[in-house]
């Protein structure tokens, strides 16, 4: 485990990747299951692991905010990534945007609900801006079902990819 923990939770805690992390993104997001409502919707080759995990440090340095490596605080044990990025819409304009992936394996515990509760108090105490969004693929109701959960309004869609993405914001 890295030493840098960036959040913990009763459940959870996020920290820095470690340089050597992209075979643990590669097999988080290795089925179809996993990535069906992501950019591409097909399933991740390590070299697209090895591009996010740096994409992922560069943000930190820039923003001092990136998805963060989500492990069971039990047992240390790897279930997925969550955190924010700054998310540019074609106007130029970058907001912060929440997201995180969960292993199928550990879907239903309410990790997601957890971890989202978690970092939209986090990044409010961190006065990083005064709102951030959400967006979910339109099939994708229990991203949708959490994202209310946890006191998202729904905002006006986006179009990502070509699709119409369901869209939600929390507001200081």
Same mark, same amino acid.
């Given at each position: 485990?890295?030493?840098?923990?960036?959040?913990?939770?009763?459940?959870?805690?996020?920290?820095?990747?470690?340089?050597?992390?992209?075979?643990?993104?590669?097999?988080?997001?290795?089925?179809?299951?996993?990535?069906?409502?992501?950019?591409?919707?097909?399933?991740?080759?390590?070299?697209?692991? %090895?591009?996010?995990?740096?994409?992922?440090?560069? %943000?930190? &340095?820039?923003?001092?905010?990136?998805?963060?490596?989500?492990?069971? /605080?039990?047992?240390?044990?790897?279930?997925?990534?969550?955190?924010?990025?700054?998310? +540019? %819409?074609?106007?130029?304009?970058?907001? #912060?945007?929440?997201?995180?992936?969960?292993?199928?394996?550990?879907?239903?515990?309410?990790?997601? &609900? %957890?971890?989202?509760?978690?970092?939209? =108090?986090? #990044?409010?105490? /961190?006065?990083?801006?005064?709102?951030?969004?959400?967006? &979910? +693929?339109? =099939?994708?109701?229990?991203?949708?079902?959490?994202? /209310?959960?946890?006191?998202?309004?729904?905002?006006?869609?986006?179009?990502?990819?070509?699709?119409?993405?369901?869209?939600?914001?929390?507001? =200081?």
């Amino acid at each position: 485990m890295s030493d840098t923990i960036i959040l913990e939770t009763p459940r959870l805690v996020l920290t820095m990747w470690d340089k050597g992390d992209a075979e643990l993104i590669r097999q988080l997001h290795s089925t179809i299951d996993t990535t069906r409502y992501l950019s591409g919707g097909a399933p991740w080759t390590l070299e697209k692991a %090895e591009e996010r995990l740096k994409s992922w440090f560069g %943000e930190h &340095t820039r923003d001092g905010v990136t998805k963060y490596k989500m492990l069971r /605080r039990e047992d240390g044990r790897f279930i997925g990534r969550a955190g924010f990025s700054r998310f +540019h %819409e074609e106007s130029g304009r970058g907001e #912060f945007e929440l997201g995180y992936s969960i292993r199928k394996e550990a879907w239903g515990n309410g990790y997601a &609900t %957890e971890i989202a509760t978690a970092l939209a =108090q986090w #990044f409010f105490t /961190r006065d990083l801006a005064r709102h951030f969004i959400a967006f &979910t +693929h339109p =099939q994708n109701a229990a991203s949708q079902r959490v994202l /209310r959960k946890i006191g998202m309004q729904d905002h006006p869609s986006m179009t990502i990819d070509g699709i119409s993405c369901p869209t939600f914001m929390m507001a =200081q």
